[in-house]
């Protein structure tokens, strides 16, 4: 073993899939690139999620406490990467990005027509946003396209790298 940079770490960490969050504030639809979730609870359904303080989409969330977290296949990456590196203060990512925005139905803002899964939200935790921007969401209202089989998804490892999803393997588990 050798010494890793401490400011490294989060590359080895990766806590899930890369997703879409949508939100609307003020009438208008937004979209950005989310890297750091984790489910907290299994039932109700809790997610953690770390929105940037300064993005556009952190303003939205905390205003209205909605949201979408839309699961994008490997497919859709260079989109989402696309999403990721532009601000919805100055863009509507959705035009800009080939992106078909569909009412949700427990929600505001949009689902991604586009992507395999869907989960309207609800902001049910904010003890955490002041000091790390954490969110803790209640999925109210899940979606599922089953068009799309066996999905392969993207985990964001820093710098621009990526892991797609590889082969499933199945081992004994006493989770139901």
Request: charged share 25%; proline share 9%; aromatic share 8%.
């Amino acid at each position: 073993m050798r010494t890793f940079p401490l400011s490294k770490v989060y590359t080895l960490l990766e806590p899930g899939p890369v997703v879409l969050l949508t939100t609307m504030y003020k009438g208008r639809p937004n979209v950005m690139t989310l890297s750091w979730q984790t489910m907290v609870e299994f039932e109700p359904p809790l997610v953690a999620c770390v929105v940037g303080e300064g993005s556009y989409s952190f303003a939205a969330l905390r205003a209205t406490r909605e949201c979408v977290i839309a699961l994008p296949a490997a497919a859709l990456a260079p989109q989402v990467v696309r999403v990721g590196n532009s601000s919805g203060r100055d863009l509507d990512k959705f035009e800009a990005f080939g992106l078909t925005p569909r009412p949700a139905r427990r929600v505001q803002p949009p689902l991604i027509e586009e992507c395999f899964a869907n989960l309207e939200c609800r902001v049910v935790d904010t003890r955490m946003v002041n000091r790390y921007d954490l969110f803790i969401l209640e999925v109210v209202q899940a979606w599922r396209d089953p068009a799309q089989r066996d999905p392969k998804t993207i985990h964001h490892q820093g710098y621009g790298v990526f892991v797609v999803d590889g082969r499933r393997i199945r081992l004994p588990s006493r989770m139901r």
